[in-house]
């Protein structure tokens, strides 16, 4: 992986801790109707979302096939807000509240766990030459899905923000 997606996924990892440390567990988990997400449960998804990532990555490596997959412009599917992404029955966030420690617990293991694996891969290159099928955005490179991560996170940082605006 390039140091600049390490430095995405870093620094979108310290936007969204910034967004949330300071809220109280009731703003944490507020919710403005029963059809939306808390931001504790934003996170949870997003948690959810890398743990799948990671055994989509971690599948995609252990495939022998090289299969070259046209790159594609996730960015603007992802980070257009206009288009409402339902998200798969397996990322689908608890109904439970939470609390913020332990919502930065589940975040931490779950970037060290990626970070881990990553940091297996002798060969980063391999990264862009296998693919594995994402639910929504299709065959993606391995290395698509990791930058899917810090843009999905960008994402719902953008939305964690207006419920913010919403206390």
């Given at each position: 992986?390039?140091?600049?997606?390490?430095?995405?996924?870093?620094d979108?990892?310290?936007?969204?801790v910034n967004e949330i440390t300071l809220l109280s567990?009731?703003?944490?988990?507020?919710k403005l109707d029963e059809d939306s997400w808390s931001i504790a449960?934003?996170?949870h998804h997003l948690v959810l979302v890398e743990e799948a990532t990671l055994?989509?990555?971690t599948w995609g490596l252990k495939a022998g096939e090289v299969t070259q997959v046209e790159r594609k412009k996730i960015e603007l599917l992802i980070l257009d807000r206009t288009k409402k992404l339902i998200a798969p029955?397996?990322?689908?966030p608890d109904v439970d509240s939470f609390e913020i420690q332990q919502i930065m617990t589940l975040l931490n293991d779950s970037r060290k766990n990626l970070m881990t694996l990553l940091s297996t891969v002798e060969d980063?290159?391999?990264?862009?030459?296998?693919?594995?099928?994402?639910?929504?955005?299709?065959?993606?490179?391995?290395?698509?899905?990791?930058e899917q991560i810090y843009l999905h996170e960008q994402r719902h940082?953008?939305?964690?923000?207006?419920?913010?605006?919403l206390f």
């Open positions: 992986m390039s140091k600049i997606g390490n430095d995405n996924l870093t979108t990892r310290n936007q969204l567990n009731d703003q944490f988990n507020w449960q934003i996170c055994k989509a990555i029955k397996i990322v689908e980063k290159s391999i990264l862009a030459k296998k693919s594995v099928k994402h639910p929504a955005l299709g065959e993606l490179s391995l290395d698509q899905w990791i940082i953008e939305q964690i923000k207006e419920i913010k605006g």
